[in-house]
């Protein structure tokens, strides 16, 4: 049975499973199967008492928690500027998607959302970031950025497309998806 979704789950571990997830937890342990990457087990000590630091931990009463890794991906639109540039958007890995936007700029705050929806969508598979060309007048004038909003999206630190205005996320899918087939 393949976790596919990120949850917490808790369960007692006893002798005769008296529920699924116990079963399943029972059965698991039992034919020793491979732990998912994605999920770290850990366990703590019930009390049994009011006071936590007389209680001694048995056998019966640890209970086991399963605890999601995957807030550990970037799913949120990180702010570059000159100082980071290089380590964050050339030096990634992953590929980039890059906002150059001012927040004086109406159509900037317009695509906004859709770069957060978009970090959401894509987290661990691309890295959402935002320039602020007034604060990062070199970053835009090296890759000649003339009007905002901007993007570009790098990969393996080579500037691969650019999208020019407030675009519909359908137009910015599009471009990301073309390149994470690559």
């Known amino acids: 049975m393949a976790l596919e979704t990120c949850f917490q789950m808790s369960t007692i571990a006893s002798t005769t499973p008296t ?6 937890f029972s059965y698991k342990e039992k034919h020793n199967l491979p732990a998912n990457s994605g ?18 931990p048995s056998a019966n009463n640890r209970r086991k ?19 980071n540039w290089d380590s964050m958007v050339i030096g990634c890995g992953t590929p980039v998607l890059v906002d ?19 970090a959401k969508d894509y987290a661990g598979k691309i890295i959402c970031c935002k320039v602020n060309t007034d604060e990062c007048p070199n970053i835009a004038s090296k890759y000649g950025i003339r009007s905002i909003p901007t993007v570009l999206f790098f990969k393996n630190g080579d500037k691969k497309e650019s999208v020019i205005g407030a675009v519909p996320k359908s137009t910015l899918c599009g471009i990301i998806d073309k390149y994470l087939e690559m």
């Open 19 to 24: 529920n699924s997830r116990a079963r399943f």
């Open 39 to 56: 999920l770290k087990r850990a366990i703590s000590a019930l009390s049994s008492s009011s006071t936590p630091s007389t209680s001694i």
């Open 65 to 83: 928690r399963f605890i999601c890794q995957a807030k550990n991906a970037v799913d949120e639109v990180l702010v570059v500027n000159d100082a």
């Open 100 to 118: 150059f936007w001012a927040p004086w700029c109406g159509p900037c705050r317009m695509i906004a959302p859709i770069i957060d929806e978009l």
